[in-house]
């Protein structure tokens, strides 16, 4: 049972000591470099992990993002990881411009055999590991501060030491202080230095190092603030690389990343769509197309989103959540009314500016630069506007309603919509709307041919139409085509009609284009009716819109 008050159970986080922080008025730039570690962290977090074959797709699937650091797993922990880390070494499958990393606790044993599985790579990143704060030092290992700094010493000097007896590799090191956002600044800052008094770093050949938010306990102001306080104070900060790992327990995961790059990071660590322990890492995705939508290059390649969530849902045997951020079947997708409308409007307002820049409501990105065609922007149910239906005819046919057109016809398919208490598709909404102005089936009065003569001002029409299982004539006067053709209808069938309004576009282009045509006519009682004609010849097309609304009321009465 949830207590009335937490505070006696639970602790606030304290806040960090920072005078005149930088990072709230800094902004992202550019992107940081990015180390993609699903092959570890998230591979351990799996109900079942991936096998080698698994674990080379996504590898590949990795390198065609384009990420350029890749933690391809934890070699010491079993035959699995190491043949499969030494097999990727001796297929030659790692790119010369790729950096692979392996991850490894601070024991003598353990990091030998993690340089032996990368033996005979071009380069590789090793990665040690301590937790160092109160909790781990007090509970976990019951050790005083000087004995968690003695395990990060001893454990640079073997990265150091190890290393030295295999120089054909262009070894790079990589040491995170475990536990980092729950440990005391000076703490880390004390075993950070130490580490470095080892493995002395420099300008040209930087330590990375990694500090974690192992367990998100905060704000991510105060990841924040950790970041920029030891970007402040560690002794050489030119000779280091200071890098992100942030976890979502908070639900932050991705907001800590973001601002830590703020507070002056320069690598992210996570995983493809925030796969990892408990609530998962650093949402990689998320972050990269974040800076996308600022105008960044983030220099990964998501141009085939679903590609990538397909691969991704293979080989963890997890599905990417249908609301998570640009990846989601559903997050460029708008069934209410009121946003169909506004979308609706703002890519017909794209559409007419001469300028490449974005700006379409409800929509950060363009799904195109995502691989996502525009279909599924809108979709229909009972809680959709006239707006979204005329969306998705324009996109399914080709048809752009008038307005008032669009008003109509949203109310057929809001019955539809709440008689069938499911979403409507555009087969469904392109079979209502050919149903309801009677274009196919059954048709009171359809035109099979007609003949216009006269001169300007001065028309006549003289048509075949098919009415009642036969053919009929008809012909009228007037001082157009619509008109004489009313005339018709009005003196030979008794349907009086007057149009208030008439529209026409095209569909489709070159050979293929047809035309629309759109009525709106008023009864002589006040109804108002809709029509529409197809054809390829607009004239044509403007008759058959005319006795679609006279069919109207045939049908409906």
Not at 440 to 450: F, K, M, N, R, V
Not at 494 to 510: M, N
């Amino acid at each position: 049972m949830m207590l009335t008050d937490p505070a006696q159970k639970y602790r606030a986080f304290p806040q960090v000591d920072l005078p005149g922080r930088q990072w709230p008025s800094n902004v992202i730039t550019k992107a940081p470099r990015w180390l993609s570690t699903d092959m570890r962290d998230g591979n351990q977090s799996l109900i079942d992990p991936m096998n080698a074959e698994k674990k080379r797709r996504f590898f590949d699937l990795l390198l065609k993002v384009g990420v350029k650091e890749i933690e391809v797993g934890f070699p010491a922990a079993g035959a699995t990881e190491f043949d499969f880390i030494s097999g990727l070494v001796r297929d030659g499958a790692i790119p010369d411009d790729v950096m692979p990393q392996v991850l490894t606790q601070a024991r003598e044993d353990l990091i030998a055999t993690t340089f032996e599985s990368l033996r005979g790579a071009k380069q590789a990143i090793v990665h040690v590991y301590n937790a160092i704060s109160p909790a781990w030092r007090n509970i976990v290992f019951q050790m005083e501060r000087p004995q968690i700094r003695d395990i990060a010493i001893h454990a640079a000097k073997l990265l150091r030491d190890n290393a030295a007896r295999m120089p054909d590799t262009d070894w790079h090191f990589e040491y995170s202080p475990e536990t980092f956002s729950t440990a005391e600044l000076d703490f880390s800052l004390e075993c950070c230095e130490a580490v470095m008094e080892i493995l002395q770093p420099t300008p040209d050949r930087p330590l990375i190092l990694n500090l974690p938010a192992t367990v998100e306990c905060a704000t991510p102001n105060i990841y924040a603030d950790q970041i920029e306080w030891i970007c402040r104070n560690i002794s050489r900060r030119d000779s280091v690389v200071i890098s992100l790992h942030t976890h979502n327990d908070r639900g932050t995961g991705v907001a800590a990343a973001e601002l830590g790059i703020m507070a002056g990071a320069d690598r992210v660590e996570g995983c493809l769509f925030g796969n990892g322990e408990r609530t998962g890492n650093c949402d990689l995705v998320t972050v990269a197309l974040n800076m996308y939508t600022q105008g960044i290059d983030p220099e990964l390649d998501f141009s085939d989103i679903d590609e990538v969530i397909q691969t991704v849902e293979y080989c963890n045997q997890l599905p990417v959540h249908p609301r998570h951020p640009y990846a989601g079947e559903l997050v460029f997708t708008a069934f209410s009314g009121s946003h169909q409308d506004a979308i609706k409007k703002g890519f017909a307002a794209q559409e007419a500016r001469n300028d490449l820049f974005w700006n379409v409501p409800y929509l950060p990105i363009d799904p195109k630069d995502l691989g996502r065609d525009y279909e599924a922007v809108i979709r229909v149910n009972s809680q959709s506007g006239k707006g979204g239906v005329a969306w998705v005819l324009q996109q399914d046919k080709g048809y752009k309603l008038p307005k008032k057109m669009q008003a109509d016809f949203s109310k057929v398919v809001q019955g539809l919509a709440d008689q069938s208490s499911r979403e409507l598709n555009a087969a469904d909404i392109g079979e209502a709307f050919e149903a309801h102005y009677c274009l196919t089936g059954e048709q009171p009065y359809a035109l099979i041919d007609y003949h216009e003569s006269g001169v300007a001002g001065d028309r006549i029409f003289t048509g075949k139409i098919a009415h009642e299982g036969g053919e009929r004539s008809i012909s009228g006067r007037g001082n157009g085509l619509l008109s004489s053709v009313l005339a018709a209808l009005r003196d030979e069938l008794g349907i009086s009609l007057e149009i208030a309004d008439y529209s026409e576009h095209a569909i489709g282009a070159g050979s293929d284009v047809n035309a629309a045509a759109y009525v709106e006519c008023r009864t002589p009682d006040g109804r108002t009716l809709f029509g529409v004609g197809t054809d390829s010849d607009v004239a044509t097309a403007s008759v058959k819109a005319v006795l679609s609304a006279a069919n109207g009321i045939a049908v409906r009465g």
